[in-house]
């Protein structure tokens, strides 16, 4: 048995407004990060997030996006913990000049606005020696999202992460990392094409641009397919000797995004 962590007595309640030139997102965060003694978590959350992909290599569209969710945290061991959420969103999609059949498709087939409540289920488990420098340890992390029946969408996406550190001599450290995924619709409906697995750019595949590999539409631009895979290696060394804090890295990234039918 693991040892109960101690509790502190605080809550946060955080309000956000972060802008860039794709998204804008304003949000309002409760979080209790001992909700109960057993130090299972809740986090709530009220969000409204717009979108305007012009500025990337994706299918072009606009949308807007308002939203609720709350989510629990529930720790099974000390390196280990399950998650379970709920989310509420209304989305409206706007065509734009550019967009490409595929969207013209979906809002023809479910209108501009829609409405889901998605089910969401996870595992995680880390043991890294330090989370923000590790040198050794794996980060493993399994969430499953569901759009139920209730709402107006129906699908499901299913991602499996796994990033491992080694100390290969001295202050050089080796990462490598898998990033895989896979989603579709359910019920005879389609995956919504703003749900599909997008790669590319920092934090994927670096050295293209963001979200930009796999099928293109008729404009060249990127469409989202349902299947991820992604693999990086990584070579960290500091850049002064005894401060991990100040690295530099070597890295070779891999990684594609299939379609596969409709």
Request: aromatic share 12%; hydrophobic share 35%.
């Amino acid at each position: 048995p693991f040892t109960q962590r101690p509790r502190p007595v605080f809550h946060a309640l955080v309000a956000a407004l972060n802008t860039s030139d794709v998204n804008r997102v304003i949000s309002l965060t409760y979080v209790e990060p001992y909700w109960t003694t057993d130090g299972v978590s809740r986090v709530i959350e009220l969000y409204q997030r717009t979108t305007d992909t012009s500025s990337l290599s994706v299918s072009q569209y606009d949308s807007s996006t308002t939203g609720g969710a709350v989510a629990f945290g529930i720790p099974i061991s000390e390196t280990d913990a399950v998650n379970v959420g709920l989310r509420y969103e209304r989305t409206r999609i706007d065509l734009t000049a550019g967009s490409p059949l595929q969207v013209i498709l979906y809002v023809a087939e479910f209108g501009n606005v829609t409405d889901s409540v998605v089910a969401s289920l996870g595992w995680s488990r880390d043991t890294r020696d330090d989370i923000l420098y590790p040198t050794r340890g794996t980060l493993q992390s399994f969430l499953v999202d569901t759009a139920v029946p209730i709402g107006d969408l129906q699908y499901y996406k299913v991602n499996y992460l796994q990033q491992s550190f080694w100390p290969i001599y001295g202050d050089f450290v080796l990462m490598l990392r898998g990033d895989i995924g896979y989603a579709d619709g359910y019920g005879g409906l389609a995956l919504p094409f703003y749900r599909r697995f997008f790669a590319g750019g920092v934090g994927s595949v670096r050295g293209y641009d963001q979200s930009s590999l796999g099928p293109q539409d008729i404009y060249g631009n990127a469409t989202g397919g349902k299947r991820k895979i992604v693999g990086n290696v990584e070579l960290f060394f500091p850049l002064l000797k005894g401060d991990k804090s100040v690295r530099a890295s070597v890295f070779a990234d891999a990684g594609q995004i299939y379609f596969d039918g409709k």
